[in-house]
């Protein structure tokens, strides 16, 4: 069974919109923190947003705070992430990412997540 599953993605214009979607299973579905991670051809995988479990509190990467909005369906065990106003530097393939994440614990490092999904290809025409 494969822990998290992305959907979501596609081939837009710049300006447009897209909701990514990631579905968790087993005990991945448990995880205090689920977010998104992306990677951009060529560059390291790189943090967009996360959110916490109990107390909804989210996270952005400066450069998508006001367009992306990250929310969590805890009885779906879903967390969709709303990409809004989209531009050609976002084309990169988008990950899913979930763990436990204690207080304390950077959001941002890839090392703090216990589960990945496969990525979904975001692509953004300029």
């Known amino acids: 069974q494969v822990p998290l599953v992305e959907s979501g993605g596609g081939l837009v214009q710049a300006g447009a919109s897209l909701r990514l979607s990631c579905a968790a299973s087993?005990?991945?579905?448990?995880?205090?923190?689920m977010g998104w991670f992306r990677q951009a051809s060529g560059k390291e995988r790189e943090f967009v947003a996360a959110?916490?479990?109990?107390?909804?509190?989210?996270y952005y990467l400066g450069s998508v705070k006001g367009r992306f909005t990250i929310s969590r369906d805890n009885a779906k065990n879903t967390v969709y992430l709303q990409m809004n106003s989209l531009k050609s530097e976002d084309t990169a393939v988008y990950y899913c990412?979930?763990?436990?994440?204690?207080?304390?614990?950077?959001?941002?490092?890839?090392?703090?997540?216990?589960?990945w999904g496969q990525g979904t290809q975001v692509t953004v025409s300029s």
């Open positions: 990412a979930a763990g436990q994440a204690p207080l304390g614990s950077s959001l941002v490092r890839l090392t703090t997540y216990d589960y």
């Open positions: 087993g005990r991945a579905s448990s995880s205090e923190v």
């Open positions: 959110i916490r479990g109990r107390s909804g509190s989210t």
